[in-house]
Antibody, heavy 118, light 107 residues
């Protein structure tokens, strides 16, 4: 059973960079069947897909975050990562990593709350 | 971007009730619509994909259907563990988007 687990700081100062890592166990991120996604959930409960990365490193980012977001893979550690620069309070959310299969999300991490505050 | 709406935004129901939630999209997405359940403090869980296919391990009381741009999630015989928030998600085109959610609570 594939499991995903997010890790990273829970508090980030405004204008700094948010960095999160998702560790995948029970399966390889090098599989060509899946993409690996980041999704965030705002305090008001709305969900926003941030983007995804494939086993080969191909990425897709939502247009509203382009220029601020970077995703990467570390196949040696079976991890993928999210970096979001120049954060503001509007980036405060629970961040989930998820496995994408046929453009749906069939496995999710437990989520990690990231608060942007000085 | 494809816009998603859900109705109702919340509902109160009793154990054993039949519950219907509707998701509407701003354009036709054929059957590229998925449903998720989120219990408090937990991550969303995939229930139904491609509008009407039940994800492995999901009870058969959950079902989905599509009619034009309206996609419906039905819970036949609500159980205590079904009190949660339900989200739809379109996988027709990027960026993939979610509905605002429907909260099902106990009457």
């Amino acid at each position: 059973q594939v499991q995903l687990q997010e890790s990273g700081p829970g508090l980030v100062k405004p204008s700094q960079t948010l960095s999160l890592t998702c560790t995948v166990s029970g399966g390889s991120i090098s599989s060509d069947t899946y993409y690996w996604s980041w999704i965030r959930q705002y305090p008001g409960k709305g969900l926003e897909w941030i983007g995804c990365i494939s086993y080969s490193g191909t990425t897709y980012y939502i247009p509203s975050l382009k220029g601020r977001v970077t995703m990467s893979l570390d196949t040696s550690k079976n991890q993928f990562s999210l970096r979001l620069s120049s954060v503001t309070a509007a980036d405060t959310a629970v961040y989930y990593c998820a496995r994408s299969f046929n453009d749906l999300f069939d496995r999710w991490g437990q989520g990690t709350l990231v608060t942007v505050s000085s | 971007d494809i816009q998603m709406t859900q109705s109702p935004s919340s509902l109160s129901a009793s154990v054993g009730d039949r519950v219907t939630i509707t998701c509407r999209t701003s354009q036709s997405i054929t059957s590229y619509l998925n449903w998720y359940q989120q219990r408090p403090g937990k991550a969303p869980k995939l229930l139904i994909y491609a509008a009407s296919s039940l994800q492995s391990g999901v009870p058969a009381r959950f079902s989905g259907s599509i009619s034009g741009t309206d996609v419906t999630l039905t819970i036949s015989g609500l159980q205590p563990e079904d009190f949660a928030t339900y989200f739809c998600q379109q996988s027709y085109s990027t960026p993939f988007t979610f509905g605002p959610g429907t909260k099902v609570d106990i009457k």
